[in-house]
């Protein structure tokens, strides 16, 4: 079983490593053969160079995470709510996220998906 203080230390590391814009440290939270489904329904993105690939495009907006309350612990996932900020098309938007984690036996991210969708996106036309 994950250790649920290195679960939630990973959710913070992922908010602060938007905040440095670095791409790099995302990735590093994740197993290699680990799966980003981002929003729910997409095609997943599996491995650390798509999951590479994929970070570094979503932060080429400037876009930076808020928690909106605590990390949610149960068995080998972490669940947690928050805010993305971004700058796009010239207009400052905001969506309203929740994510889950799934760890694995060395508290590495195997798989992450996002909630989220047109109802959750404020200030896109």
Excluded: C, W
Aim: aromatic letters at 10%; hydrophobic letters at 45%.
């Amino acid at each position: 079983m994950p250790d649920p203080a290195k679960m939630e230390a990973a959710v913070h590391e992922y908010v602060a490593a938007f905040d440095a814009g670095s791409p790099e440290r995302v990735a590093a939270l994740f197993a290699a053969d680990a799966s980003v489904e981002d929003p729910v329904g997409s095609p997943a993105k599996v491995g650390h160079a798509a999951i590479l690939g994929f970070y570094t495009e979503s932060m080429q907006t400037g876009a930076k995470l808020k928690l909106d309350g605590p990390v949610r612990i149960a068995g080998d996932y972490a669940a947690f709510a928050f805010s993305v900020t971004l700058h796009l098309g010239g207009k400052d938007l905001r969506i309203d996220v929740i994510d889950t984690f799934r760890f694995n036996e060395a508290n590495a991210v195997i798989e992450m998906r996002a909630y989220f969708g047109p109802t959750n996106m404020h200030g896109f036309a």
